[in-house]
T-cell receptor, first 114, second 114 residues
Framework: AQSVSQHNHHVILSEAASLELGCNYS??????LFWYVQYPGQHLQLLLK??????LVKGIKGFEAEFIKSKFSFNLRKPSVQWSDTAEYFC????????????FGTGTRLKVLA | NAGVTQTPKFQVLKTGQSMTLQCAQD?????MYWYRQDPGMGLRLIYY???????DKGEVPNGYNVSRLNKREFSLRLESAAPSQTSVYFC?????????????FGPGTRLLVL
């Protein structure tokens, strides 16, 4: 079955630390890849997405992600986190052709200490 | 633009009661979706509507019904609520249901079934 794995369930960092959140998916064909963020009490917002082209994608608020096809990975990175980055982060994959369906990972809760 | 709006924000039900969750979007999107979010499980698709007049089951449709009232509105109904339906429900919309389209999420409805 198609799945998305986010191995880090909880991450605690100090401000200015670097962040990398892992995301791996199990689907061998063409995929579209997304990272969403959910700030406390708010709805999901799109951070960035990859459809094709340059595998290094830049998103909002200084986030970036790298698509490594050979590793089926789409890891999220930020060089220096801020307290305001405290949130839950979800990786999502749209596999196949012409499909509506997102497959979400279980999410990573990030807490940034001031 | 309000984007995707959902009502109510919170609801407490007793087992066996029914209720309808409302969702509306003002982005002229063709496709709409209902998800549930449970701790440690990410988001799972309940039902979706690729276009006005069509609805289809997602990953976890049992115990739910939907109505695509018009292009703007997509409601989710629980006919006889069960404690297992305690969750946070998100509505989303996208321009179309194709793989490339980003979904935009509403603020969610927190439902507690006692």
């Amino acid at each position: 079955a198609q799945s998305v794995s986010q191995h880090n369930h909880h991450v605690i960092l100090s401000e200015a630390a670097s962040l990398e959140l892992g995301c791996n998916y199990s689907y061998g064909g063409t995929v579209n890849l997304f990272w969403y963020v959910q700030y406390p009490g708010q709805h999901l917002q799109l951070l960035l997405k990859y459809f094709s082209g340059d595998p290094l994608v830049k998103g909002i608020k200084g986030f970036e992600a790298e698509f490594i096809k050979s590793k089926f990975s789409f890891n999220l990175r930020k060089p220096s986190v801020q307290w305001s980055d405290t949130a839950e982060y979800f990786c999502a994959v749209k596999p196949g052709s012409g499909t509506y369906k997102y497959i979400f990972g279980t999410g990573t809760r990030l807490k940034v200490l001031a | 633009n309000a984007g995707v709006t959902q009502t109510p924000k919170f609801q407490v039900l007793k087992t066996g009661q029914s209720m309808t969750l409302q969702c509306a979007q003002d982005m002229n999107h063709n496709s709409m979706y209902w998800y549930r979010q449970d701790p440690g499980m990410g988001l799972r698709l309940i039902y979706y509507s690729a276009s006005e007049g069509t609805t289809d089951k997602g990953e976890v449709p049992n115990g739910y019904n939907v109505s695509r009232l018009n292009k703007r509105e997509f409601s989710l109904r629980l006919e006889s609520a069960a404690p297992s339906q305690t969750s946070v429900y998100f509505c989303a919309s996208s321009r179309t249901a194709t793989r490339e389209e980003t979904q935009y999420f509403g603020p969610g409805t927190r439902l507690l079934v006692l």
